[in-house]
């Protein structure tokens, strides 16, 4: 794939996440497709996925908006890293927080989406 098609296909994702539009950021993953949220749940396939996106589209968090800081692109392997800053509200309190994205694509489907962020509690896993 070309680096500018990741570029488009990225923009384009990143789009449907701040126009609130599930179905639309759906379409981006493929069936088999895995979701690691930054809490350390892995999502496998789409039904799952759409589940742990639910809250996010039904407004649980309010209106949250991911803005772009920036973006690394692998056209041979298909990934890219995407960083971002994303508002949201917490108690009903107007926050941020910083994060990434590591995108891993098959020609114009998502198969992994790998989310990390900065926090002020550090997930411990066993």
């Given at each position: 794939?070309?680096?500018?098609?990741?570029?488009?296909?990225t923009?384009?994702?990143?789009?449907?996440?701040?126009?609130?539009?599930?179905?639309?950021?759906?379409?981006?993953f493929?069936d088999?497709?895995?979701?690691?949220?930054?809490?350390?749940?892995?999502?496998?396939?789409?039904?799952?996925?759409?589940?742990?996106?639910?809250?996010?589209?039904t407004?649980?968090?309010?209106?949250m908006?991911?803005?772009?800081?920036?973006?690394?692109?692998?056209?041979?392997?298909?990934?890219?890293?995407?960083?971002?800053?994303?508002?949201?509200?917490?108690?009903?309190?107007?926050t941020?927080?910083r994060?990434?994205d590591?995108?891993?694509?098959?020609?114009d489907?998502?198969?992994?989406?790998?989310?990390?962020?900065k926090?002020?509690?550090?997930?411990?896993?066993?």
């Amino acid at each position: 794939m070309e680096r500018q098609q990741l570029i488009e296909l990225t923009a384009r994702f990143m789009e449907a996440f701040n126009c609130n539009d599930l179905d639309t950021v759906m379409s981006f993953f493929a069936d088999d497709a895995i979701y690691d949220e930054f809490n350390g749940m892995r999502n496998e396939g789409k039904a799952a996925i759409r589940s742990a996106f639910t809250p996010q589209f039904t407004g649980a968090f309010g209106k949250m908006q991911f803005l772009d800081e920036d973006l690394f692109v692998d056209a041979d392997t298909g990934k890219v890293m995407a960083s971002w800053r994303c508002t949201l509200e917490v108690k009903g309190r107007p926050t941020s927080w910083r994060g990434l994205d590591l995108l891993h694509f098959k020609g114009d489907k998502l198969v992994q989406k790998l989310t990390y962020a900065k926090a002020k509690v550090p997930l411990f896993q066993d």
